[in-house]
């Protein structure tokens, strides 16, 4: 019998409009979770192509509650990165979806999560991880959580190879996780921020490990 999963990521938003618009990924290519999964590119593209012939998307749901819809997706496909998703919360008509938009506003809805039936994937025992190869995806959720510190530092990593630099507050956010006091992080923001290039990507490890040491 298939059963419903959930897969939790830090919510990528690239805007939220005041009308409730929002774009941001459902999903992320090639990142470990805590759950030792890696979701494959390619992973969707089955599911995304059968609710196209439907003339549909997924549900966007309030923290997975079947009966809690808050919007549409009017946007869903896989590109470099993982799954992208843009849609509209319903923000004139529900007042749990002006919820959420306020939350997303202010930062304090941190999460999207996808409910997904899992159809194909293997284990891949050098990477020590469950790839997920093929996912029938059922609905994609707003919910509350808090972000997993290895992802932040993955997160920094995957825009550095990008070639995009990280903003500046995710990387004070990776600077406390690996063990730097506010005020060291402020610090080193300060002025260490300015310096850092796209050809540091490569070093950021050893980087973040040396600036544990660091004294002020």
Known sequence: ????????????????????????????????DSFDDIVVPGAFSNSLAGWKSKNALPSMLWQHQMSEPIGIYTEMREDDVGLYVKGRLLIDDDPLARRAHAHMKAGSLTGLSIGYVLKDWEYDRTKEAFLLKDIDLWEVSPVTFPSNDEARVSGVKSAFARGELPDQKTVERVLRDVGLSRTQAKAFMAGGYGELSRRDAGGLNAALDALKNITF
């Open 1 to 32: 019998m298939l059963t419903k999963q959930r897969l939790d990521v830090p919510l990528k938003l690239k805007s939220v409009s005041d009308a409730g618009e929002f774009e941001g990924y459902g999903s992320v290519f090639g990142v470990k």
